[in-house]
């Protein structure tokens, strides 16, 4: 299930940026966000595909979504220019942005070559 992060889970979840100053990321699995509006029709078109995605990849990946309106500070804090941007966050690595709505077999080769999970259903 797509959880919505607020600045408070953010940081717990995510990335204490209150804390650290280089990039350190908080999860235990690798975790994709999704920075949307909800009038935003492109962003309508990717939930339900990160939906599916949250459903097939359970336990290998965390999916999370943050509000750019509600979040501001995070959509700043990420140079959210244009939505949906999703950011990709592998478990030792730098964080990766790609932006628009990806298709499901794009955000799969993500998942794979960025976050290194395989789907193994």
Do not use: H
């Not at 030792?92 to 942005?97: K, L, T, V």
């Amino acid at each position: 299930m797509i959880e919505n992060l607020t600045k408070e889970t953010f940081k717990e979840k995510v990335f204490n940026f209150e804390e650290n100053q280089e990039w350190k990321f908080e999860g235990d699995k690798p975790a994709i966000i999704d920075f949307y509006a909800d009038w935003c029709q492109p962003c309508k078109i990717v939930e339900p595909v990160l939906e599916e995605i949250s459903q097939e990849y359970e336990g290998k990946i965390d999916v999370f979504r943050i509000d750019t309106e509600d979040q501001q500070e995070l959509a700043a804090m990420f140079g959210i220019r244009s939505i949906p941007s999703i950011l990709f966050i592998p478990q030792e690595e730098q964080p990766q942005m790609a932006q628009g709505a990806l298709p499901k077999d794009t955000l799969e080769k993500a998942i794979k070559d960025v976050l290194k999970v395989e789907n193994n259903n």
